[in-house]
């Protein structure tokens, strides 16, 4: 018997169907001996309606009353979850996070988790009772409801999995599990059995978009074994299913050297042409875009020559325009800058590994590997397990496709 | 400076452009300095939704998670409110019935309040804030969400009235107060400047729908000054807007005998003829009635002759058929009834006020005029400050259109 904390996200409870079908999935786990905890986000499409709704009352929704109308949307998956849990013989009891309770800071829509009172969930799952608990969402100190962001149920679920040191922290997606790359662009891309937490870390903000990061980041922390399956595949339960994401210390086996090749299209960079090379220009350049709120993803600067140096970064390509704005009318006179160029139409690819720290070569094999298309390289931006390049968008299929087949993924590892 | 507790129902806040309009009516009273808490429902139709998306799962809903479910309508509405409010330059902050807390008994979809903490309530008033309340929903002792039952904002409102100790408690609704008929039937109706509790509790319960029954007597109780407003007309704050519900005892002018005629469309009568008249027939007849959950209204016995009675009563119009359906087969053969007949065209209607308490000849003034116009009396009830008959529907209209007259409804009163 195990107890095992399984997360169903918006797509898996889409519709009363969906909710039946994970209701189905949770009575066979417990017909097996296992108590489950069973946490759940907002139907899809859910919390995107609730915003709008927000917003057409006001433009920028005021973040505390903002978590008191999004939070509404994992509350009533919670209701419909624990009903179609009964139709199917089981007991079952809801808890928002609230109820729970959560706790979390009072950084309304963007919380952070600070504890988790677990005894009323343990005392029911000793009565044999199915816990549905509202992901995404907790509630501060002074009782206000707070929300943790964007992908958020998947934190409560690792969160709630480490306050009940659960066996198994289980995350229902709409894949079966991290493959090697994106099998849309490369059909012979392979499911990953096992893969670091680190690796899974350079994966998700490299656009793999299965795990929310700060839930990998809690798991690596809380040591929750962690797996992610498909919500839509019969199988289930069975060892093997989905990819586990590993401690490394505890993966013994031979590690390949390239666990994915991960990849974003959405890439937009900027440079900044001669800028002075002093103390202080990064922030100078950065500070404005980043009080616009804009992200920015790789960040390169090469040695200067001559007093001035070339400052290059990447940005999401719908905020290319307002980043370029910004860089043009308030930066570039003041800093001293000659000029800002721009390119929306890049793409960024990255080859990520544990194994790539004891091993030599892989940024060679790369670089080559590329060349060998007539695939130029604009920018290179590196990491202790992954190498990330930006390249002309128009090739990145193909950089995806010959960098998966020189670093034989494709090729299972036993 | 006055406390004020505002109700705001369903269609009120049925939009985005009508949760605007409340919160100008809103800003319009803090500006004359009155310190404001507002209680909202649902958005119209949200309920309903709710329950269906419920059923979609559940045919019958479990009650403590159709109370999860359904209370987010009414958490949505009060962000959106405090939005609202925040956009007219007003500090509003928005309440959970959990979160304030409003302490109930457990009975799911149906709970009872048991009590109001007010202190953080009072402490956002004294700091310039407007409150908002979900109306409709509490928390039991053990922290789980409940629900109130249909209108259960209004009883909300008055609670939170009382609690506070509030000036005066305003439900807003479509209608712009009580009137002494339904305008729709007889256009000379006048609205009432005054009722007292008494006769709104019989009005509310005839049918006239402007205020959930359970609010009435809950005012009555704790004193609660109520009054009914509309929430679409332009004057607010005036003295005498709407209609003031009054206790008796305040009241001093000289009391109108008739306050006003209540009727009920929906009223189906069932006769169970030929009862032997012996102790515990009624039980052993509407036991099985209610135990279907069907709701009984008037309920009348004649006085017996050689040894058997007839026992009628009336029943709403869409149970009729299951009412009928329990009699013939489970009751009839059982009690050894001859015969149970019924009839589903059939309305009610009412003369209530508590005038007739010290005036005699109200009934018979109420069956000349039905007799005058040729319309037969099927039954009558009576209390203390009400007549009512049950007539063929077809008569309903003109029926209250003479009552109306014959008791000088359209005459102002001073």
Redesign the interface.
């Known amino acids: 018997m195990a107890l095992i904390v399984q997360k169903y996200g918006g797509t898996s409870v889409g519709s009363?169907e969906r909710?039946?079908k994970v209701a189905q999935r949770v009575a066979k786990y417990q017909e097996q001996g296992h108590q489950v905890v069973v946490v759940v986000s907002a139907m899809s499409g859910e919390t995107n309606r609730?915003i709008e709704?927000?917003k057409?009352?006001?433009a920028q929704?005021?973040p505390?009353?903002?978590?008191?109308?999004i939070?509404?949307g994992e509350?009533?998956t919670?209701?419909?979850m624990?009903?179609?849990l009964?139709?199917e013989g089981l007991q079952?009891?809801?808890y928002?996070g609230?109820?729970v309770q959560i706790l979390t800071d009072s950084a309304f829509t963007k919380a952070r988790i600070l504890s988790i009172d677990e005894q009323s969930i343990r005392t029911d799952l000793a009565n044999g009772c199915v816990v549905v608990v509202a992901g995404f969402q907790g509630m501060d100190e002074e009782?206000?409801?707070t929300t943790l962001g964007r992908g958020g149920s998947d934190t409560t679920g690792v969160a709630i999995a480490a306050a009940l040191r659960a066996d198994e922290c289980q995350i229902y997606t709409d894949v079966d599990g991290v493959y090697t790359t994106d099998p849309r662009v490369v059909p012979e891309a392979r499911r990953l059995k096992n893969i670091t937490f680190e690796e899974m870390l350079e994966m998700a903000s490299l656009g793999s978009k299965v795990l929310q990061i700060r839930a990998v980041e809690f798991a690596g922390k809380y040591k929750v074994k962690l797996r992610v399956l498909s919500s839509f595949s019969e199988d289930f339960g069975q060892e093997g299913a989905g990819t586990l994401i590993t401690f490394e210390e505890d993966n013994k086996m031979e590690q390949a050297i390239i666990s994915g090749i991960a990849f974003n299209r959405d890439e937009a960079k900027i440079t900044v042409r001669g800028v002075p090379d002093k103390p202080g220009i990064a922030y100078q350049i950065l500070g404005p875009v980043s009080d616009a709120n804009i992200d920015v993803d790789i960040i390169i600067q090469n040695v200067g020559v001559d007093g001035t140096t070339d400052f290059s970064f990447t940005v999401h390509r719908n905020e290319f325009a307002k980043a370029m704005d910004i860089l043009k009318n308030k930066v570039q006179k003041h800093i001293g800058a000659r000029d800002v160029i721009g390119d929306d139409k890049t793409a960024k690819v990255s080859v990520v590994g544990v194994g790539m720290r004891s091993h030599v070569g892989i940024a060679s094999k790369m670089f080559r590997t590329l060349a060998e298309e007539g695939i130029n390289i604009q920018m290179i931006s590196t990491s202790e397990i992954k190498i990330s390049v930006i390249i002309d968008e128009k090739y990145l299929e193909l950089a995806v496709r010959v960098l998966h087949q020189a670093f034989d993924l494709d090729q299972e590892i036993l």
């Open positions: 009363p909710i039946k609730l709704l927000a057409t009352i006001q929704p005021d505390r009353e903002l978590d008191v109308v939070s509404t509350q009533v919670i209701g419909l624990a009903m179609a009964m139709q079952a009891k809801s928002t609230a109820q009782g206000n409801i």
